[in-house]
C-alpha cells in the first residue's frame, strides 16, 4: 500500500506560479512511476507529466516549458513546479505512483487560475 498526500493547490492569478508537493506514506525510491494527473469540471482526468525512477520524463503538450516535475527521493516527495499558469490549467491535480503494477492515487489539491 502507498499513501499519497497532495498540498500546495490554491488560488493564483494567470501568469503566476504554484509549487505542488505530493508525500509518499512508504519509500519512493523503488516506485516505477509517479505523476501528476488534472480533472477539469466536466472533462476526464488526464496526465500532466509523469517521472520515472530512473529521473525520466513527459510533459503533456499543454503544460511542455511551463511546468516541471521533479522527485525528492530522501523526502519521499514528487513535485511539481507550474510557472506561466493559465486559466485552462484549472483542475484538481492528483498525485499517482505506480508499483508493480498497482495504482495509486492521492486525494486530490485544487488549482484555481483567475484570468
Known amino acids: 500500500q502507498v499513501q499519497l498526500v497532495e498540498s500546495g493547490g490554491g488560488l493564483v492569478q494567470a501568469g503566476g506560479s504554484l509549487r505542488l508537493s505530493c508525500a509518499a506514506s512508504?519509500?519512493?525510491?523503488?516506485?516505477?512511476?509517479m505523476g501528476w494527473y488534472r480533472q477539469a469540471p466536466g472533462k476526464q482526468r488526464e496526465v500532466v507529466a509523469r517521472i520515472t525512477s530512473d529521473n525520466s520524463t513527459y510533459y503533456a503538450d499543454s503544460v511542455k516549458g511551463r511546468f516541471t516535475i521533479s522527485r525528492d527521493n530522501a523526502k519521499n516527495t514528487v513535485y511539481l513546479q507550474m510557472n506561466s499558469l493559465k486559466p485552462e490549467d484549472t483542475a484538481v491535480y492528483y498525485c499517482?505512483?505506480?508499483?508493480?503494477?498497482?495504482?495509486?492515487w492521492g486525494q486530490g489539491t485544487q488549482v484555481t487560475v483567475s484570468s
Open positions: 512508504t519509500s519512493i525510491f523503488s516506485i516505477n512511476r
Open positions: 499517482n505512483a505506480l508499483l508493480w503494477g498497482y495504482s495509486y
